[in-house]
C-alpha cells in the first residue's frame, strides 16, 4: 500500500518524537554526569551517522557559497541548545524539559522575523504571545521556585533551538546539503566541548558509556527523521504532531522515575499546544 508523502512526513514527525524522548531519558539515566560530558558523546555519534550518510551520497563536504557564517551559527545555536536542554533533562521533569524545548517553532518564527526577514501577521504575533506566556507556567518566575534555575536555562535551550532551525531553513533555501549541516553542526559541538570535558571528566561505568552512545543514536535517528519529514512536506502541515514528544515524555517521565507535572505546567502544556495546533489550523487556511 502507498502512503501519501504528507502521511510519510507524519510518521517521520512521531518517529523523531520517539527518538528524542529515548535521547532524554537516556541522559537522565546516564546518572550525574556532567551536562558538557553527556553533549559530547551525543554529538559524536551525530557526527558519526551524518558522516556515513555524506559517504553514501557521495556528497563534496564543502559548504554552499553565502552559506559559510549560517553554517557557524548554526553550530553555535545549535550548540547551546543541546547543552540547556541536557542540563533541563537532568533537573526538571522530563515532560517540562521537553516542552521547554518545543518552544523552539515559536522561537523559530521570531528569528526568521529578524533574520530572515519575513513577515508576521497578528495572528502569528498572538500565537507567539501565548506560547511565551504558557511557558510562564512551567518556569513559574518566583524565588520560592527550586527549579527557576533550570527552566530558564531550558527555556534558552528552546531559544538556542529555534535559531538553529532558522539558519537550517537558509541554508536549505540555497540548497545545502542535511547531511553536511548535521556533520558540521556535531564536529563544532565534540570540538567545542571536549576541552571542557577533559578538564572536568568523570569517570564512567560501563552501563553509563553505553547508555550516552544510545543517547546519541537516539538523537541521530531524531534528527533524520525530522529532516525527513520537513522535505516531504511543508513544515505549516506537520510540524504540530511534533508535539507528541511531550505525550511520550510524560508518559516515559512517569514509568521510568516517577515524575507527576504539577498542574501549573500543565496548564502551561495546554497553553502551547493550543497556540501551536491553532498555528497549525491557521497557516494551512493561509
Avoid at 135 to 150: D, V
Avoid at 264 to 286: E, P, R
Amino acid at each position: 500500500m502507498k502512503i501519501s508523502k504528507k502521511t510519510a512526513a507524519v510518521l517521520f514527525i512521531i518517529v523523531s518524537a520517539l527518538c528524542f524522548t529515548g535521547m532524554n531519558a537516556c541522559v537522565r539515566l546516564s546518572g550525574d554526569l556532567p551536562s558538557l560530558q553527556k553533549a559530547f558523546f551525543r554529538n559524536f555519534m551525530a557526527a558519526i551517522f551524518a558522516a556515513i550518510m555524506l559517504v553514501k551520497e557521495h556528497a563534496p563536504v564543502k559548504i554552499q557559497k553565502g552559506c559559510g557564517v549560517a553554517m557557524l551559527m548554526r553550530a553555535v545555536c545549535g550548540t547551546v541548545g543541546v547543552l540547556c536542554n541536557f542540563y533541563a533533562v537532568d533537573h526538571l521533569a522530563l515532560s517540562d524539559a521537553s516542552m521547554l524545548n518545543k518552544l523552539s517553532p515559536f522561537f523559530a518564527v521570531v528569528f526568521s522575523i529578524l533574520i530572515l526577514k519575513e513577515k508576521v501577521t497578528l495572528p502569528q504575533a498572538a500565537a507567539i504571545a501565548a506560547a511565551f506566556i504558557g511557558s510562564l507556567f512551567i518556569i513559574r518566575p518566583t524565588f520560592s521556585n527550586m527549579e527557576l534555575i533550570p527552566s530558564i536555562v531550558g527555556f534558552t535551550g528552546g531559544m538556542g533551538a529555534g535559531a538553529a532551525y532558522t539558519f537550517v531553513r537558509y541554508m536549505k533555501q540555497r540548497g545545502e546539503n542535511s547531511a553536511l549541516i548535521v556533520f558540521c553542526f556535531s564536529i563544532f559541538s565534540c570540538t567545542v566541548t571536549l576541552p571542557f570535558m577533559i578538564m572536568g571528566f568523570v569517570p564512567m561505568s560501563a552501563k553509563q558509556l553505553g547508555i550516552l552512545l544510545l543517547a546519541g543514536i537516539f538523537a541521530a535517528g531524531g534528527q533524520f527523521a525530522i529532516t525527513g519529514a520537513y522535505s516531504l512536506a511543508p513544515a505549516r502541515e506537520v510540524s504540530v504532531y511534533d508535539y507528541s514528544q511531550v505525550i511520550f515524555s510524560a508518559i516515559t517521565g512517569y514509568f521510568l522515575f516517577e515524575q507527576i507535572p504539577v498542574p501549573f505546567s500543565i496548564i502551561g502544556y495546554v497553553i502551547i499546544i493550543s497556540a501551536a495546533v491553532w498555528t497549525f489550523f491557521y497557516n494551512n487556511k493561509q
